[in-house]
């Protein structure tokens, strides 16, 4: 069974600081990743996704993340964060082929970035 | 708007009670998923459609629910005799076939409440 592993539950940073959200997934296979994020009263959105090729993939609004295959990791970076960056962060795995494209999420991240 | 819509938004209910809850897809959208969300945790899978056929239920669907897509569009989630365990975010979900198939759109959800 799959299973996404997020350490970090609640990130307060000042606006301009760096993110970095932790994400480790456990499955016996390959997968696709994906993070998402919900943004307070508005529904869960794709903020980025890797299926294969260069580990280091561009989502919106300035954020990235890396695949490291040896980790089992894919970690949410962002240079310098706004005040509108506040929202819960889910990190989620499918599997590569077959499963439906089932989803399996993390617990979540909640950011507050504060002015 | 053409996302994903979901109906009814809010639902409360006395334990024991049925409920029945709505999914619009996407239109061209020929895959459908109900995930639920309980507070502190992401969404979990619970079931999914390609087109009307149900292809896949997680253990987490017990007897008391059962989802339906009858014409391959809209869905229903229906909880018979529910319990107070059943009080969470429901959420749907829909993809494109093919090589989208792996983006996952989803609706605003329905919150419930079983008193």
């Known amino acids: 069974a799959q299973s996404v592993s997020q350490h970090n539950h609640h990130v307060i940073l000042s606006e301009a600081a760096s993110l970095e959200l932790g994400c480790n997934y456990s499955?016996?296979?390959?997968?696709?990743l994906f993070w998402y994020v919900q943004y307070p009263g508005q529904h869960l959105q794709l903020l980025l996704k890797?299926?294969?090729?260069?580990?280091l993939v561009k989502g919106i609004k300035g954020f990235e993340a890396e695949f490291i295959k040896s980790k089992f990791s894919f970690n949410l970076r962002k240079p310098s964060v706004q005040w509108s960056d506040t929202a819960e962060y889910f990190c989620?795995?499918?599997?590569?082929?077959?499963?439906?494209?089932?989803?399996?999420f993390g617990t979540g991240t909640q950011l507050k970035v504060e002015l | 708007d053409t996302g994903v819509s979901q109906d009814p938004r809010h639902k409360i209910t006395k334990r024991g009670q049925n409920v029945t809850f709505r999914c619009d897809p996407i239109?061209?959208?020929?895959?459908l998923y109900w995930y639920r969300q309980t507070l502190g945790q992401g969404p979990e899978f619970l079931t999914y459609?390609?087109?009307?056929?149900?292809?896949?239920k997680s253990r987490l669907l017990s007897d008391r629910f059962s989802a339906e897509r009858p014409k391959g569009s809209f869905s229903t989630l229906e909880i018979q005799r529910t319990e107070q365990g059943d009080s969470a975010m429901y959420l749907c979900?829909?993809?494109?076939?093919?090589?989208?198939?792996?983006?996952?759109?989803f609706g605003p959800g329905t919150r419930l409440t079983v008193t």
């Open positions: 979900a829909s993809s494109l076939p093919g090589p989208k198939s792996y983006e996952q759109y």
């Open positions: 499955y016996g296979g390959t997968v696709n």
């Open positions: 890797y299926f294969s090729g260069d580990p």
């Open positions: 989620a795995v499918s599997p590569f082929t077959g499963g439906g494209n089932k989803l399996t």
């Open positions: 239109s061209e959208h020929n895959r």
């Open positions: 459609f390609q087109n009307e056929a149900q292809l896949e």
